[in-house]
């Protein structure tokens, strides 16, 4: 069973509008929520997180919102750039033993920003 | 540079030959983790391990082993590959403590013929 899910394989906005991503969990003693970007050729990278005592996490262009009763969370660029053209994956993870040790992804949406 | 490194970066090989991709991190980070990419199923955890000498099963831990002997090294085993565990490996690490995020490596794509 798909504990994190992001529904849309692809996604594609012109350069300087907004690009919103999407994902939804299951399970309930997820708190907290990652995004990571991974570029063709590289591992992924770290791009922005939030805990679940909040709703909204902001860092530059980069917004997450956490919305824990609909076990749903989101990604907000603005303005999106060409160089944001990657693929994003949202994971989740239950903060226990001292650590959030294991990651739950999602498959991932491929996000193409056109010039 | 506070990185993770993984060798090969590149594999092709036959079902049965036993072989080792190497993960080493720099960063003195108690835990580290294996994953694999496949196309429409994201990344999927392998084998992880909290500390030197203490390793556990993943989601997809079946056909792999792992040791954790010194603490920087993560090695993935593949015994007796097969072609099913043809797929993009990714090595990742972090330290103890609230909420942090994981480094990964640069991945190793492995083709088992």
């Known amino acids: 069973d798909q504990q994190v899910k992001q529904n849309s394989p692809s996604l594609s906005v012109q350069e300087g509008r907004i690009s919103i991503l999407n994902c939804d969990y299951t399970?309930?003693?997820?708190?907290?929520f990652l995004w990571y970007k991974k570029y063709p050729a590289e591992g992924p990278t770290f791009l922005i997180s939030i805990s679940s005592i909040k709703d909204k996490n902001e860092d530059g262009r980069f917004t997450v919102f956490l919305n824990k009763s609909a076990k749903h969370l989101s990604l907000h660029i603005v303005p999106s750039q060409p160089g944001d053209s990657a693929v994003y994956f949202c994971a989740a993870s239950i903060f226990s033993g001292g650590s959030n040790y294991k990651l739950t992804f999602g498959k991932g949406t491929l996000l193409t920003v056109n010039p | 540079e506070a990185q993770v490194t993984q060798n090969p970066r590149y594999l092709i090989t036959v079902t049965g030959k036993k072989l080792t991709v190497t993960c080493s991190q720099n960063m003195n980070h108690e835990y580290m983790s294996w994953y694999r990419q496949d196309p429409g199923l994201g990344l999927r955890q392998i084998y992880y391990s909290m500390n030197v000498e203490v390793t556990d099963k993943g989601d997809v831990p079946e056909g792999y082993k792992v040791s954790r002997k010194e603490k920087r090294n993560f090695p993935l085993i593949l015994e007796s590959p097969s072609p099913n565990q043809t797929s993009l490996y990714f090595c990742?690490?972090?330290?103890?403590?609230?909420?942090?995020?994981?480094?990964f490596g640069p991945g190793t794509r492995l083709t088992v013929l």
């Open positions: 399970n309930s003693m997820f708190d907290y």
């Open positions: 990742a690490s972090t330290t103890s403590g609230f909420y942090n995020e994981q480094f």
